[in-house]
């Protein structure tokens, strides 16, 4: 299985290669890839180093003068710790810049709480212009990275590092922005996950004898929200995220059922308010915060007997 983060930048390596108006940036953060394309095409790669939010700013000059721009970093770095220069440089202008997060969630658990990224999709998503898609597997990591070259304006890309399972394949677009990717026949709830949580929610349907409906959402803002309540087939939706509730995608849905008036029992399991002080293995976060497969399976169960029918 190919890692994810190497699938996507495969895909802005192409770019790249095939676009001499596109440049790669980066504060001195890397990847197999990444060096690929400093060696090959070197006018076309610049390393500010540990200075994002100068990178931001450049960013904007240089899309201003028509370059296709590629920005990656570590997840908290370029958002959290540029935000302003995202907001107004970059947003605000409805620039094409496609900035490139690694570390969504606890992908750097062990590395503490600058590393941890549940607070940069609430930061972001409620900014003007830009789009947010996260990477659920090695195919849909290439197909999101084609949006970044068919799409103008701003856009967030949040990957994961490591190797996961498939779970679209070729035949999938992308154009929806989620997908019903569990259909069963008669749904006793539905799961609405993003990401990495979507890989979780994938392997715990086969322990449950329960028919369960999963969404997994990959254009985060804006929700396609036609395509999601028109996916939601049961009384109980339940949404699962690596991230804050509050900003974050379980908030987003809750605000789009209440109003359409869609008449389901609503809940969510994600990180609770506050910052994360901890640091650990990814599944000893997941599990601190009752955000792991145990508290998934524990809380499914617990709605089915409380709000079935």
Request: proline share 2%.
């Amino acid at each position: 299985m190919m890692d994810l983060r190497d699938a996507f930048f495969g895909k802005i390596f192409e770019i790249i290669r095939d676009n001499k108006q596109a440049i790669l940036m980066t504060a001195d953060h890397g990847a197999f890839w990444v060096s690929e394309i400093e060696k090959n095409f070197p006018d076309q790669y610049i390393n500010v180093g540990i200075a994002e939010q100068n990178m931001l700013s450049t960013a904007a000059g240089l899309a201003l003068c028509g370059k296709k721009v590629f920005v990656y970093g570590i997840n908290n770095f370029i958002i959290m710790r540029s935000l302003e220069q995202l907001n107004i440089d970059i947003c605000g202008m409805n620039l094409d810049v496609n900035l490139i997060g690694v570390g969504s969630g606890f992908t750097y658990s062990t590395d503490g709480p600058t590393h941890h990224g549940v607070q940069d999709l609430a930061a972001v998503i409620n900014l003007p212009n830009i789009k947010v898609f996260n990477i659920t597997d090695k195919t849909s990591s290439i197909k999101i990275a084609d949006i970044s070259l068919n799409e103008s304006g701003p856009k967030y890309f949040r990957i994961e590092k490591g190797t996961v399972q498939d779970i679209y394949d070729d035949t999938d677009d992308f154009n929806e922005g989620l997908k019903l990717i569990n259909k069963t026949e008669n749904p006793k709830i539905t799961l609405i996950s993003t990401g990495y949580m979507t890989q979780i929610c994938y392997n715990l349907i086969n322990k449950l004898d329960i028919e369960i409906d999963l969404i997994d959402v990959y254009r985060v803002s804006p929700i396609n929200k036609k395509a999601l309540l028109s996916s939601i087939r049961s009384n109980i939706v339940l949404s699962v995220e690596e991230n804050l509730y509050s900003g974050g995608l379980g908030e987003k849905i809750a605000s789009i059922l209440l109003y359409n008036n869609k008449f389901v029992k609503f809940d969510s399991v994600a990180v609770e308010n506050g910052f994360c002080f901890y640091y650990g293995t990814r599944e000893q976060l997941q599990a601190k915060y009752n955000i792991d497969e145990t508290s998934i399976i524990n809380k499914i169960k617990d709605l089915i007997i409380h709000h079935g029918t």
